[in-house]
């Protein structure tokens, strides 16, 4: 079944494309790695440190595929579609290989690790399979595969975060990073793969992350996504150097004084885990963005409870009080599931009454797609049919469709101060930002001098559903 997405700027599931950084395109290399990743931002932070570590060993990125020696796609498991759109992938790179007998072709990631050894035996065309806890061991895999080796390394692990390897940061436009401040899940939502695929909740040694975010200012950046299955519960201590225990809010509020000039983002917040003391913080600080992606899959808290999601309809909806009364101007999103087990009409209609309620300005919205030894897997069954899901899921994806339009239609005559990302993709002429909520921001660079990283100030006047189009306040 398709999945839909309101925006495709939006979506979180972004397929693919390589991509290297100039600077190390131009360096000399025997051998090079050509890297593809699907799925969540975590997969493509994990590409970077992946490049980071292959670099270490001698092989350079590569844009181009026929040039590669080493192939790599970053997977992801969390629908059955993306196992699919990976899986046509590799047949594509079937006749690479035959053209190629040297090149190796790793699997990374989620579906690595949930297919674990299968995949050597499934798919015979892949050379390496490694999970996302299992990166460091890259070099020495790498070499048992090119003696003719089967290679698997699947372990996961309690404390590997990658705190000292610097990313190779890919695809980038010098401007906009993620960083991950902790791996893992330990929520056990029932519908959920991440947990098996991505193991034991870990944090980031705090020191590492400031390092690192502090290093991205200095080279430039200026805007940074604190990344994590579930960031709130981020929780760092060590016995060693005996400073007290550091939360998300502690951590972000470090973040945030490392310049004025520097965005703090970050994603996904679990509603049970965002605590008063990250909502105040956030509104101490002008330069932490004022959006929250508050992911709540259903309205009814029947369904919530049987996606063990800890809270009901009634609490999530005055934890979104709670929100726009701290931080009245805050953008909010959600993931939504259509069509989870035993959902009935009821329960449909409430997901769209909790829409109404919270009126997000956009959504990440999918069909319930069961996936093997999840909790939902083993207990409940898969029993909504698939024409039901579609209609369901529709009438989602309309309703927020109505909502984002309305919600931009409401920032008509605002102005924002925006960061430069760069061109809008549709004309050269103009360029793309997003404001403090998150939200597209697209104007015409008329006669100005500004560039990529630069800061403006834009007034809103007209909008799409997607999209706020402004125009540059002179000064
Ligand atoms: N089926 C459909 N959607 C899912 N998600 C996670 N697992 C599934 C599944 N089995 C969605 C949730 C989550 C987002 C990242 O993906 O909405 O928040
Ligand atoms: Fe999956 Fe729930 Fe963890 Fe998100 S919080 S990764 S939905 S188990």
Not at 91 to 104: A, D, G, H, I, N
Not at 322 to 346: H, N
Not at 444 to 467: L, M, R, W
């Amino acid at each position: 079944m398709e999945e839909l997405i309101l925006d495709k700027k939006q979506d979180e599931t972004r397929q693919g494309e390589a991509y290297a950084p100039a600077e190390l395109l131009q360096k000399k290399f025997e051998q090079h790695f050509y890297i593809e990743s699907y799925g969540c931002q975590m997969n493509f932070a994990d590409s970077e440190v992946v490049a980071s570590i292959l670099q270490g060993a001698g092989f350079g990125p590569t844009r181009n595929q026929e040039e590669a020696d080493l192939i790599f796609i970053n997977t992801c498991s969390i629908r059955e579609k993306a196992e699919q759109t990976v899986r046509k992938r590799l047949t594509t790179f079937k006749s690479l290989k035959r053209k190629k007998k040297t090149l190796l072709i790793g699997v990374l990631g989620c579906m690595a690790e949930r297919l674990k050894s299968k995949f050597l035996e499934e798919e015979k065309l892949v050379d390496l399979v490694v999970g996302p806890d299992a990166y460091r061991s890259l070099p020495t895999l790498i070499e048992e595969a090119a003696g003719g080796q089967k290679a698997v390394n699947v372990l996961l692990s309690r404390e590997e975060t990658y705190a000292d390897i610097a990313p190779v940061r890919l695809d980038s436009n010098g401007i906009s990073a993620f960083v991950s401040i902790m791996r893992g899940c330990n929520n056990m939502c029932s519908f959920c793969v991440v947990p098996f695929t991505r193991g034991r909740e870990r944090s980031r040694d705090t020191k590492s992350i400031i390092q690192e975010c502090t290093d991205l200012y200095e080279n430039g950046y200026r805007e940074i996504t604190l990344l994590g299955q579930n960031v709130d519960s981020y929780y760092y201590s060590t016995s060693q150097d005996q400073l007290p225990p550091v939360t998300f809010a502690n951590l972000l509020e470090q973040v945030a004084r490392i310049a004025p000039d520097l965005l703090v983002r970050f994603s996904t917040s679990h509603p049970k885990d965002i605590t008063d003391e990250v909502l105040h913080t956030m509104a101490n600080y002008e330069n932490i963005c004022k959006y929250i992606h508050l992911p709540v899959q259903s309205g009814s808290s029947r369904i919530l409870q049987l996606m063990n999601r800890t809270y009901t309809r009634e609490w999530y909806m005055a934890k979104v009080d709670r929100i726009r009364s701290i931080l009245p101007d805050c953008g909010i999103s959600a993931d939504i599931i259509a069509g989870f087990c035993t959902e009935e009409e009821k329960d449909h209609l409430e997901t769209l009454s909790i829409m109404e309620y919270c009126k997000y300005d956009f959504s990440y919205m999918f069909f319930y797609s069961e996936r093997p030894g999840t909790l939902a897997a083993r207990r409940y069954t898969d029993d909504v049919p698939e024409e039901i899901k579609k209609r369901r899921l529709e009438e989602i994806v309309a309703l927020q469709s109505k909502l984002s339009l309305e919600s931009n239609q409401r920032d008509i005559g605002k102005s924002y101060r925006v960061l430069i990302e760069g061109d809008s993709k549709k004309d050269k002429a103009a360029w793309k930002a997003r404001n403090s909520q998150n939200k597209v921001v697209v104007f015409p660079k008329e006669n100005h001098s500004y560039k990529i990283g630069d800061f403006v100030t834009v007034t809103i006047t007209a909008c799409t559903q997607g999209t706020l189009l402004g125009t540059i306040v002179n000064h």
